[in-house]
């Protein structure tokens, strides 16, 4: 194992985009982690990224994306179909999305890797979020504004937002 054999690996898969793109076109990034393995003769990374896909179709568009490299991998380092994990589910109460794509008004839960969560679709709620809302035919936020029903669509800290000029939505969309 060498440094240089790290490397060509990973520039390998760069080249063949099957690397993580943190900044991808349409695709909002809400976290990404690194877990890393080595011994005196293996090692292995994994990278995982979860966000959401703007041009995306209800949970279909939230995913947590494994990207595995490594040493002694069973299988071809990069990304592969089975690598894409969708955490999100409806809730108790139905679908989350209508025929639109939009959050349902009625969705009061949504489920997160099996596990039953709150979601506040309230006006006052997506203020404080800084989600704005449809202005006219309702309808609700879109399914790109997922990551604000789980907190994690501001770029900017809710006590002391983006410098005392307000918090921004990452997506402009809604």
């Known amino acids: 194992m060498t440094t240089q054999a790290i490397l060509d690996q990973l520039d390998a898969c760069a080249e063949r985009l ?7 076109p349409g695709f ?17 990374l994994l990278i995982e990224t979860l966000g959401c ?17 490594g040493s002694s991998l069973h299988r ?13 589910a409806d809730g108790d109460e139905g679908p989350t999305f209508d025929d639109r ?18 979601c506040r679709i309230s006006h006052r709620s997506m ?12 309808g609700g936020i879109t399914s790109c504004c997922a990551g604000w029903l789980l907190g994690t669509g501001l770029n900017c800290c809710p006590r002391k937002p983006n410098g005392g000029r307000g918090c921004q939505p990452i997506c402009r969309k809604c």
């Open 18 to 24: 099957a690397f993580p793109m943190l900044d991808a």
């Open 28 to 44: 909002r990034l809400a976290a990404a982690r690194l877990h890393a393995y080595r011994d005196d003769s293996r090692w292995a």
């Open 53 to 69: 896909h703007e041009f995306g179709a209800g949970h279909e568009a939230i995913d947590n994306c494994l990207h595995v490299y």
């Open 76 to 88: 071809p380092p990069g990304v592969l179909a089975e690598d894409y994990l969708f955490p999100t």
């Open 101 to 118: 794509q939009y959050v349902r008004r009625t969705a009061r839960t949504l489920r997160i890797r099996g596990g039953r969560c709150r």
């Open 127 to 138: 203020i404080w979020r800084a989600v704005r809302l449809p202005t006219a035919g309702g």
